[in-house]
Structures are given as C-alpha cells and as structure tokens.
C-alpha cells in the first residue's frame, strides 16, 4: 500500500488567497484526520471524519477553515482567505475502526501564507 | 483538555545510553500508543499498550503502563543517533470516537 499521500508537499501563497490541501488515505480505512503542527501549538486536531462523515471539527480555527471529503478516498482541507498566522504544517492521517484507532500519517504539507 | 504531558521536553544522549520518556495523561484509557516522528515528516506509530496491560516490549523498546497513576514511560534501550527524533504519547479515552489525544512530544537526539 502507498500509505496516506497529501499534496502539495510545499505550497508557498500570498496572504488573502485560498489553499486547498488534499489528501487520499489508506484504502479501506474509514476515519481521516487532519492535523496542523507548529512549534508553538504543537500537534492539534482540527477535524475528523468518520465514513466520509465530519464527526468532529471542533478544532477548526475558523470560518476561513473548511474541509471535505466526497468519497471515501479523498479530502480537502481549504483555507479562505489565507492568513501568515495559517503557516504550518498540515498532516493528514487515516485509521481503521478495530485496529485500536492506531493512526497513519501522511508526509504533511507545508504550507507559507507570506 | 484531555492532551497528555511529556517529560522532558528535550532530551540528549550519547549513542549506546538508554532513553526514557514519560507520559502523563487525564482520564482513563482504552489504550496508549507511542508515536515518532522524524525531523519534517509525519508521524509513525511505534508500539501500542492496552488499559489493561503493564508492559510491552517491542525490540529494543519497552513500554510501561501504570493506570493508577495514569502515565506511561517509553524507554529506548542502546539508543542509535538514528533513533533522534520526536516522541509523541497519544491516548484512546473512549469518549473521543475515533480520535486520539496526542501528547506534547520529547524531543530526543542521540549523539555519536
């Protein structure tokens, strides 16, 4: 299995324009996460889906923060408009129910809002 | 908030000494994992201890669990430089659905 794949790897924008992040999990895995990571919040969970269904985005920042997932091979996280304090890493991760929740990451995105 | 903590926050070593990092976290568990991640990359799970177990082993890896004090301990035996990397607790509590409650991370380096 080719593990979770994000794209973009690095996305470099100006602030006031929208990023969509994207992100294909593990086949058959039925929960998706998305995550944001800087130094100075750490790791934080901004939502979660669970067969293809957002149960909890009680993380997102934001209105200009919203994500989707059509089918159960593909999610987007979009920012708009985007904002420097939005620079960070963005990981997605997906997990099959049964298996202790154990989570798989995908490489993240890296994003600069300048 | 249900984050666990981890002490220290930063840790060095020299190569072939012992590693150990501790976790506390809030509520009761159905289980504990121990994530790492490697400097610009994403996490990758390590080993897994279930609420009702005390110890685990997983190569040169032990875990511990003591839920009456709700904390773990992962300790990295004969550490390798390779082994640098940031170390994550993340708890299943149950009431979460799916989700797990990531840590704060040791940042750990081993020096040749």
């Known amino acids: 299995d080719a593990g979770v794949i994000q794209s973009p790897r690095h996305e470099v924008t100006e602030m006031g324009q929208e990023v969509t992040l994207r992100c294909k999990p593990i086949s058959g895995h039925n929960s998706l996460f998305w995550y944001r990571q800087t130094m100075m919040r750490g790791l934080e969970l901004l939502i979660y889906?669970?067969?293809?269904?957002?149960?909890?985005d009680s993380g997102m920042p934001e209105d200009r923060f919203s994500a989707k997932m059509p089918n159960a091979s593909f999610s987007t996280l979009k920012i708009q408009p985007s904002e420097p304090r939005d620079s960070a890493v963005y990981f997605c991760?997906?997990?099959?129910?049964?298996?202790?929740?154990?989570?798989?990451f995908g490489p993240g995105t890296r994003l600069t809002v300048l | 908030s249900q984050q666990g903590e981890e002490d220290p926050q930063a840790l060095s070593i020299q190569e072939g000494e012992n590693a150990t990092m501790n976790c506390s976290y809030k509520t009761s568990i159905n289980n504990l994992q121990w994530y790492r991640q490697n400097s610009g990359r994403g996490l990758v799970h390590l080993i897994l201890i279930r609420s009702n177990e005390r110890e685990k082993h997983s190569g040169r890896l032990r875990v511990t669990l003591d839920t009456s004090k709700k904390s773990s301990s992962l300790l990295i035996t004969a550490s390798r430089a390779a082994d640098t990397a940031s170390y994550f607790c993340a708890t299943d509590w149950g009431g979460g659905g799916n989700k797990l409650t990531f840590g704060t991370g040791t940042q750990l380096k081993v020096e040749l």
């Open positions: 991760a997906s997990s099959l129910e049964g298996q202790a929740h154990t989570q798989y």
């Open positions: 889906f669970n067969n293809n269904v957002p149960i909890d």
